[in-house]
């Protein structure tokens, strides 16, 4: 069973479009966070939410925001795609935000802006 | 801010060779270190991890990592590389889990 999963794996879209990637856990961790991981393989945060607290990277732009409808599910939503967009998005999750907790990443969806 | 350093980009080794790969964090308080590893065209998935306890840690398919505090480095090492090792390494280190910040990762390439 994957643990961590990401629909869709693949997307190309024109500059301009508003496009959404999903994320759903099935670990019952109540953490989970969305990565950027550009074309030189850095992988940057750009969110980490549970039921209490959406933490945002200052650096993300305004366009990305994350829905999540319940605990198992962080959807990532980005308007006006823009070409910089273009990467690999990675979900992750986690128990808690403890002291040593590793985080469970899923197989990531490949962005192409056109 | 918390940063980490890998100062090898891509390494190439022959099989049977030994591995060390640098990572050197900066965090002033209590750190939390991983390695994770990315294969070719998958998620990562993590080696090892240290947060407190016996510096040296062992990890998953013959991987360790020693963390030293004066060094603020937790280097990533396996005595023998096999070709399936092929992949991209990543090492993390965070106060906790919401903080994790990665390194710019390291290609490592082993020749059958």
């Known amino acids: 069973d994957t643990a961590v999963s990401q629909t869709p794996k693949y997307l190309v879209t024109q500059m301009g479009n508003d496009k959404s990637i999903k994320c759903e856990q099935n670990l019952g961790h109540d953490t989970m966070y969305w990565y950027k991981q550009d074309s030189k393989k850095f992988l940057k945060i750009m969110f980490s939410?549970?039921?209490?607290?959406?933490?945002i990277n200052e650096t993300v732009p305004n366009r990305f925001s994350p829905k999540s409808p319940d605990k198992a599910h962080l959807n990532l939503h980005i308007n006006s795609l823009e070409l910089g967009d273009s990467a690999v998005y990675f979900c992750?999750?986690?128990?808690?935000?403890?002291?040593?907790?590793?985080?469970?990443f899923g197989d990531g969806t490949r962005l192409s802006i056109l | 801010a918390q940063s980490v350093s890998q100062h090898n980009h891509h390494v190439i080794l022959s099989e049977a060779a030994s591995l060390e790969l640098g990572c050197n964090y900066s965090y002033g308080g209590t750190v939390n270190l991983f390695w994770y590893v990315q294969y070719p065209g998958q998620h990562l998935q993590l080696l090892l991890k240290?947060?407190?306890?016996?510096?040296l840690v062992k990890g998953i398919k013959g991987f360790e990592a020693e963390f030293i505090k004066s060094k603020f480095s937790f280097n990533l090492r396996k005595p023998s590389v096999q070709w399936s090792d092929t992949a991209e390494y990543f090492c993390?280190?965070?106060?906790?889990?919401?903080?994790?910040?990665f390194g710019s990762g390291t290609q490592l390439t082993v020749l059958p």
């Open positions: 240290y947060f407190s306890g016996d510096p």
């Open positions: 939410y549970n039921n209490k607290e959406l933490i």
């Open positions: 993390a280190s965070g106060g906790s889990a919401r903080q994790l910040t």
């Open positions: 992750a999750s986690s128990q808690g935000d403890e002291v040593g907790q590793p985080q469970h």
